[in-house]
């Protein structure tokens, strides 16, 4: 099939590249001509494992292909896939939805025969029938179908997500489409992925309602973490003895920092956003989203405890600093609330990320980046291992910088308390 897709971000560009290697072709179609020249020379603008190489197989054989030509794109399409972004809206909550709109604008003056318009990008409830409106002024009805099919997609997970995912979610009465888009995912139904036919507007809230409810557990068991830290109690016994409860399951029951990225925050205010408009109360994802904002903070503190409350002049690394491990997205992460206040209490801070210098970090008084494990935690007072990178899952701390006791502040719950103290070192988790 003929498959174009806008935008060339997270979901674009690895939904349009997988698809390419199922067999269709595929324009990736971006507005900046720098990204699309960096495509077609081979470099990805965004970290994602293994999507480099299916980028560049599927594009020597012609199967994917970049342009900045929207219009002739989308003529020479019969799917056209609107993945641009959807962020808050500034000093809001609900989702700015002006690249939507704008795209669809562009899309009705550009039909040249019957078109599957559909949104990947997350969108609050009535976006496409919003959609649908902007392309009747210019087509008749008969010659478009506006449809919903949100992504799943994990970053670091992203290309694994597509080609074995959990369920695919069509949100469209017309059967026409609905035929066309099951033949389209058919090899990935094929493999065991469940097909689900909804309204449009059941798929928009689909997805908003799974990532309010991940983002719930995540929320729940950092305060059940808080709990266990004043009784006395392992919160991985509770993830476990939980999470065996088929009903709950284990995924997103794991304590540590706030959750961030470029879904949850964004999606759980959206979603609230809804909810007012049509005069609901959803308490419980508002008291998610304020214990989230408040995480953060309760961490921040437990450093400040952890150090006597004496911060000026401490030297501070951070090992990882991206909000989870196997991407370079900053968005929301916990080291931008917690970095910028150590540095303003006088902490001298380094850190190091397998993804690299980070351009957020980069105007903070006294904070450095450097390139290797080694080289970070040299000569610090206390090293926070922030995010749960495979690099970071099996330092030898006594070997690496001997004769050094720095103090280990273990966000993420990578290690065994016993074993790191008794190779000498102080040893701080969470909930733990």
Known sequence: MKLCMIGTGYVGLVSGTCFADLGNNVICVDKDPNKITQLMNGKIPIYEPGLEELVNKNFKNKRLNFSIDLKKSIKDSDIIFICVGTPTKKGGSSADLSQIYGVAKEISTSINKFKIIITKSTVPVTTGDEIEKILSKKNKKNKFSVVSNPEF???????????????????????????????????????????????????????????????????????????????????????????????????????????????????????????????????????????????????????????NKKVKNKKITFLGVTFKANTDDMRDSSSLTMIPKLSKKGALIKYFDPTGFKKELSKIKNVSYVNSVKKSIEGADLVIIHTEWNDFKSINFKNLVRGKKFIIYDMRNIYSPTKIRGQGFKYYSVGR
Not at 185 to 193: D, E, F, N, Q, V
Not at 214 to 232: D, H, P, Q, R, S
Not at 244 to 258: H, N, Q, S, V
Request: glycine share 8%; net charge positive; with cysteine.
């Open 153 to 307: 997609l994990r970053e670091g997970e992203a290309v694994r997500d597509f080609n074995f995912p959990d369920r695919i979610v069509i949100g469209s009465n017309d059967k026409k489409s609905n035929r066309i888009l099951k033949s389209l995912y058919s090899p990935l139904i094929s493999k065991g992925a469940q097909y689900l036919n909804t309204s449009r507007r059941a798929a928009e809230l689909i997805k908003y309602a799974s990532n309010a409810f991940l983002a719930t557990k995540i929320t729940f068991i950092n305060e059940i973490a808080n709990l266990c830290e004043k009784t006395g109690i392992n919160t991985e016994d509770i993830s476990i003895g939980m999470g065996l409860d088929k009903r709950i399951g284990g995924r997103f029951l794991r304590a540590g920092p706030a959750y961030g990225g470029s879904c949850f925050p964004k999606d759980t205010k959206a979603i609230i956003s809804t909810a007012d408009k049509f005069k609901t109360n959803l308490s419980v994802i508002k008291s998610v989203i304020k214990s989230n904002e408040n995480r953060s903070s309760l961490l921040l503190n437990r450093v400040y405890e952890i150090l």
